[in-house]
């Protein structure tokens, strides 16, 4: 797993060759993702934690997800 942060120097494009790469999905997902935003308005901090646990496999530390934005690849 590769984590991307805001603050890295490459950080834009790689997270836009990232994005491209992943365009070519034939899933919609809109659904699902419309379910996790509202998820996510509702309780926070706390169901992004549980959905980056969940699909990336990765638990963050409280304090260092609070001050960096990861995007993880």
Do not use: C, H
Request: glycine share 2%.
């Amino acid at each position: 797993m590769q984590l991307l942060q805001t603050t890295d120097k490459n950080f834009y494009s790689r997270f836009k060759a990232l994005v491209s790469d992943r365009r070519e999905a034939t899933v919609d997902v809109s659904e699902t993702v419309r379910a996790i935003l509202a998820d996510v308005k509702v309780r926070g901090d706390a169901t992004v934690k549980e959905y980056t646990s969940r699909f990336d496999n990765f638990n963050p530390q409280y304090e260092a997800f609070k001050r960096n934005l990861y995007v993880t690849i």
